[in-house]
Every structure is written in C-alpha cells, then in structure tokens.
C-alpha cells in the first residue's frame, strides 16, 4: 500500500533524523571518551594485529591533506550537509522516485558523518581520530568518518543495483514494501 507524499516524507524524514541522531551521539561520545582517557599521540595495543586505537587531533584531512584548513573544511562540511538535506527533502522530484530506505540510510550516515566532524572542527579547531589500522598504511579515523565512507558506498551500491535491474527493481519497491521517500 503506498503513502501519500506527505506521509512517506514524514517517515522517512523520521527514518532519516533517527539514523542520523544516533550515529552522531555515537560518534561525539566516543571523541569524548578517547579525549579524556588518553594523551595526544597515546596508543593501545593492537588488536589480533589489525587496530588500535590512538589519539590524534587532525587539522587537515586524511593523509595530512589541507593541513590547518579546519575553519575552511568545517565550512565545507556544513555545505555538504545542507545539500544532503536539500536532496533528501526534494529526492522525489530530482529523479522522478521515492527513495529506498537503504538510500535514506546511507544519506543520513553521510549527514551524520559530516556534521560530527564538523562540530568537532567549530567547537576544538580540530578532529578527534583514534582509530588506527596497524596492518595498512591508513590515516587514522573516527566513527564519523565511518559514517561518511559507509554512507557514501551504501549510495554507490543502491545505484548500481537499480541501473543493474534495468530500473525496474528499487529495493524496497521490488519487494513489495513502501519506498521511504
């Protein structure tokens, strides 16, 4: 049974803030934690050799890209959120379907994602990271960035799954339920 416009919108903008809030609480609480139970640089001892965790504040962005940019980059991030929530409220009418939930979900982890850095980069000057790949050379990274980076291949595998149909399956259509959007 489908909704009307008004109604799906108002759920998935539920679906939406709801993902979105609990990443961000994720994301904040566990900056505040590593910046109070562990010094600048401090490091854990890796986990069965793949992670550990260690305290940076990054300025810049991975791999020390645009170093002391932070005011610049936290900008750049609150754009990228307002044009996330332009797109999620006018997705209907930019490609002519509802969103997916999956689509929905990926937007608000990207959303999340962008506006925990964000306040990180407005509130301290710069990003709390303490996630740190020992078995590959990776810049260290946060629950945000997570978000972003899952968001965004989320987006890229719903896309690719309904041009690979041929358009005629968008997942939760093509199983009979509602679109979010």
């Excluded at 049974?1 to 679906?15: D, F, H, T």
């Excluded at 997916?100 to 925990?116: I, P, Q």
């Excluded at 990180?120 to 020992?134: K, M, N, P």
Aim: hydrophobic share 50%.
């Amino acid at each position: 049974m489908a909704l009307n416009g008004k109604s799906s919108l108002a759920r998935s903008g539920g679906v939406f803030a709801g993902v979105a809030a609990i990443w961000l609480v994720i994301d904040q609480l566990t900056k505040a934690y590593f910046e109070g139970a562990y010094a600048l640089g401090q490091a854990s001892e890796a986990t069965y050799g793949l992670f550990r965790f260690r305290l940076v504040h990054n300025t810049g962005m991975a791999w020390g890209m645009f170093g002391d940019s932070t005011f610049a980059l936290g900008v750049m991030s609150l754009v990228v959120c307002a044009g996330i929530v332009a797109a999620f409220v006018f997705y209907r009418r930019l490609t002519g379907h509802a969103a997916t939930m999956l689509e929905t979900c990926a937007l608000s982890l990207v959303f999340a994602g962008g506006l925990g850095n964000a306040i990180d980069r407005f509130a301290q000057a710069y990003v709390v990271d303490f996630i740190d790949l020992t078995f590959i050379d990776f810049p260290v990274f946060n629950i945000a960035d997570i978000g972003v980076t899952c968001g965004f291949v989320l987006l890229v595998a719903g896309y690719l799954l309904a041009t690979r149909s041929g358009g005629e399956m968008r997942g939760d259509e093509a199983e009979g339920r509602d679109a979010a959007v």
